[in-house]
């Protein structure tokens, strides 16, 4: 470190996005793009898109990559991506982000997006598929003759899933809250949420995991299978409810799972960063990322930056991007997070005499490392 800097430290640093999904295949309307631009519906989110942190953050650090001036006006922008192509933009963006490993979420909405496949090439980059746990129950119901044959569509399933997946995903913040019962539920419960849930899809009720028990089943199946589970919370869409969504609720799950040899990663939560530190920091096995936050704070990312290196260890902090629908935020959820963390080490530095060898150690083990070793008997793999 002694002739480099250490924000060329920050700036070379390859890195792993433990939590991303694709993007939007063409054709992309104007309405499409403004709506990945929020997480509230409705024409007047449209209407706001480019008037908020993230919509400044676009046409900010997105609209260089497209030849345009800093801060091109948001009509100016969108006529610049066109223009330029939707293989072409999609390019620019996820190479110029620098991120080398990509761990996909591909359980929302995936008829809609760019196959993984692609998605690579155009990134130039290698990744692993993190398997939506209520997708996989909703996939088992969907069309299972009785309660008795969808648990055995779900074991025959999950077993298939858990031979290539590199972790896996709930939503239980969007479903039933986080607030779960911590005890393993036994078979009796199982068979009966299922015949529950069973009984109201055959009466016309949509195919939505929502029951907490079988929830609970399958992040403990995940558990006792000593993987990774991702578990979102805090801030979301429309059908999210916030107070049911901070992690501090899990208090009691994360005491009853610590000795499964599973580990959990508690994604985006806003506003509850410091709260999901502490669980890191109480928990051998809780992690946490910052994703989400971090592109919709815009210019005030280093909040949540600071608030992640707070209480939990540093060897539990991950970067993710939680880009969804827009190549545009993959690229911004890397540009932010470099010139978030920078602006936070670098104070620790200026202020508190931090060397700056350990501020870029701290760095790179957000970046990639932390995210190697938590994903490590997967990753060995390739």
């Not at 008037?51 to 091109?72: I, N, T």
């Not at 969108?78 to 933009?89: D, N, P, Q, V, Y």
């Not at 039933?176 to 911590?182: E, I, N, R, S, Y």
């Amino acid at each position: 470190m002694s002739t480099t800097t250490l924000a060329d430290t920050i700036e070379s640093m390859p890195l792993v996005d433990h939590h991303v999904h694709s993007v939007l295949r063409e054709p992309l309307a104007e309405s499409d793009f403004l709506d990945a631009l929020t997480e509230a519906a409705g024409a007047f989110a449209r209407e706001t898109a480019f008037d908020s942190q993230l919509g400044f953050a676009v046409r900010r650090h997105c609209a260089p990559l497209l030849g345009l001036e800093p801060f091109a006006s948001g009509e100016d922008y969108l006529a610049a991506r066109t223009e330029i192509g939707f293989e072409e933009a999609t390019r620019r963006f996820l190479r110029a982000s620098g991120i080398s490993t990509y761990l996909i979420d591909g359980g929302y909405l995936p008829e809609t997006l760019l196959g993984e496949a692609e998605l690579m090439q155009l990134a130039d980059a290698v990744s692993h598929s993190i398997v939506r746990l209520e997708s996989v129950a909703e996939a088992a119901m969907t069309g299972a003759s009785s309660a008795v044959a969808f648990r055995e569509r779900l074991s025959t399933s999950l077993d298939e899933h858990a031979r290539t997946a590199i972790g896996y995903k709930t939503v239980a913040a969007y479903r039933c809250g986080l607030d779960l019962d911590p005890e393993r539920p036994d078979e009796a419960s199982v068979a009966a949420a299922a015949a529950s849930w069973f009984d109201d899809v055959a009466t016309g009720a949509p195919v939505r995991l929502v029951d907490p028990v079988l929830i609970r089943h399958l992040i403990w199946w995940a558990l006792e299978r000593k993987a990774v589970v991702q578990i979102h919370a805090g801030f979301g869409g429309p059908t999210l409810m916030l107070t049911t969504a901070n992690p501090a609720h899990m208090q009691r799950f994360l005491a009853a799972t610590q000795d499964t040899g599973g580990r959990i990663v508690f994604l985006h939560c806003y506003p509850y960063v410091r709260e999901a530190g502490f669980m890191a920091h109480l928990y051998p096995h809780v992690y946490l990322d910052a994703g989400l936050t971090i592109n919709y704070l815009g210019a005030n990312a280093a909040v949540a930056v600071r608030e992640t290196l707070e209480l939990a260890p540093f060897n539990k902090v991950l970067f993710s991007s939680d880009a969804w629908g827009l190549p545009e935020l993959v690229y911004l959820g890397a540009r932010l997070w470099r010139d978030a963390t920078l602006s936070v080490l670098q104070s620790y530095v200026d202020r508190d005499g931090w060397p700056v060898g350990e501020a870029a150690r701290i760095a790179e083990l957000v970046a990639s490392r932390n995210a190697e070793e938590l994903y490590s008997h997967q990753f060995a793999g390739d």
